[in-house]
């Protein structure tokens, strides 16, 4: 069965600040890798996917994860925070044998203080 | 871009009564749909997950006589918590995905039910 751990429920970073939220999966396979980042009473947003292409993706709003096949882990970054960027952060995984269910991490909420 | 439309966004409603909550795929076939809860500060919980013309598998320990999902078409899928109790309250989100190619998923905006 898939799981997946955020190390960190709580990040406070300082506006310009390097942002790292930190994921690490279990899967038999090697899966799909997500992560998405929720406002106060919306949906969630992709920020950018892992499916086996190239292990640094890129996603929107200049976050970047990077896939560690050894490490189990596909961490997040942004290298200088911003103000908008404060939100809830999700980590998932699907596995086509788990007839592409998403499981999500527990989430990490992004503090950006100025 | 996918593009899923939920609707309504807040729901109040009394207690014992049933509340239909929508999910639309706008410009995309959706194979599956998926319904999720989500509790305060919490992440998302998989309900079930609903295939177009057959009946939504839904996880464990979500009763599946209260909370009711149809997937008639494939770009519509519902839920409608019957009977609904305060302890329903709560962010209800769905997702759609095309299915086969791994098109990714798209999730709605969310439904806060408030049940009083």
């Known amino acids: 069965a898939q799981s997946v751990t955020q190390l960190g429920s709580h990040v406070s970073v300082s506006e310009g600040a390097l942002v790292l939220l930190r994921c690490n999966y279990s899967s038999s396979v090697p899966p799909y890798l997500f992560w998405y980042v929720q406002y106060p009473n919306q949906g969630l947003q992709l920020l950018l996917k892992y499916t086996s292409a190239a292990t640094l993706v890129k996603g929107i709003n200049g976050f970047e994860a990077e896939f560690k096949k050894s490490e189990t882990s596909f961490h997040l970054t942004k290298p200088s925070a911003h103000m908008s960027d404060a939100a809830e952060y999700f980590c998932?995984?699907?596995?086509?044998?788990?007839?592409?269910?998403?499981?999500f991490g527990g989430g990490t909420r992004v503090l950006v203080k100025p | 871009g996918a593009v899923v439309s939920q609707h309504p966004s807040r729901v109040i409603c009394k207690s014992g009564t049933s509340v239909k909550i929508e999910c639309r795929s706008l410009d995309f076939q959706a194979t599956t749909m998926f319904w999720y809860r989500q509790f305060p500060k919490q992440s998302l919980m998989l309900m079930a997950t609903?295939?177009?013309?057959?009946?939504?598998?839904?996880e464990q320990g979500v009763e599946k006589d209260k909370f009711l999902i149809n997937h008639a078409s494939l770009t519509l899928s519902t839920l409608t918590v019957t009977s609904a109790h305060p302890e329903d309250s709560s962010f209800y989100i769905c997702s759609a995905t095309p299915g086969a190619g791994f098109g990714g998923y798209t999730f709605g905006s969310g439904t806060r039910l408030t049940v009083v």
């Open positions: 609903s295939n177009e013309g057959s009946k939504a598998t839904y």
């Open positions: 998932a995984v699907s596995e086509p044998a788990a007839g592409n269910k998403l499981t």
